[in-house]
Nanobody
Framework: QVQLVESGGGLVQAGGSLRLSCAAS????????MGWYRQAPGKQLDLVAT???????NYADSVKGRFTISRDNAKKTVSLQMNALKPEDTAVYLC???????????WGQGTQVTVSS
């Protein structure tokens, strides 16, 4: 059973920083693509960042230069360092895995990030 458990969300003022972490189980972590999505109230689920098994990263234009995704294959964790946060970054952030084993795309339950102006 695939499990993705996020932590690190919270309330922060604009310009501040947060670090999200996701612990994965039930997958072959070292071969899976890992990532983060977010969903603001009343809006669709949007890609934030992904990192492949080889370490290649991809970011949404809105977070480039502010967010950094990383993975630790030994600990089976993926992290998202978020700097220079803006009120428009407010959303539920969900951990993602896919492109590996088991087949399919999976998301965690999410962690709330709220940025006050």
């Amino acid at each position: 059973q695939v499990q993705l458990v996020e932590s690190g969300g919270g309330l922060v003022q604009a310009g501040g920083s947060l670090r999200l972490s996701c612990a994965a189980s039930g997958i072959i972590f070292s071969i899976n693509t890992m990532g983060w999505y977010r969903q603001a109230p009343g809006k669709q689920l949007d890609l934030v960042a992904t990192i492949t098994r080889g370490g290649s990263t991809n970011y949404a234009d809105s977070v480039k230069g502010r967010f950094t995704i990383s993975r630790d294959n030994a600990k089976k964790t993926v992290s998202l360092q978020m700097n220079a946060l803006k009120p428009e970054d407010t959303a539920v952030y969900l951990c993602y895995t896919g492109g590996g084993l088991p087949k399919g795309d999976y998301w965690g339950q999410g962690t709330q990030v709220t940025v006050s102006s």
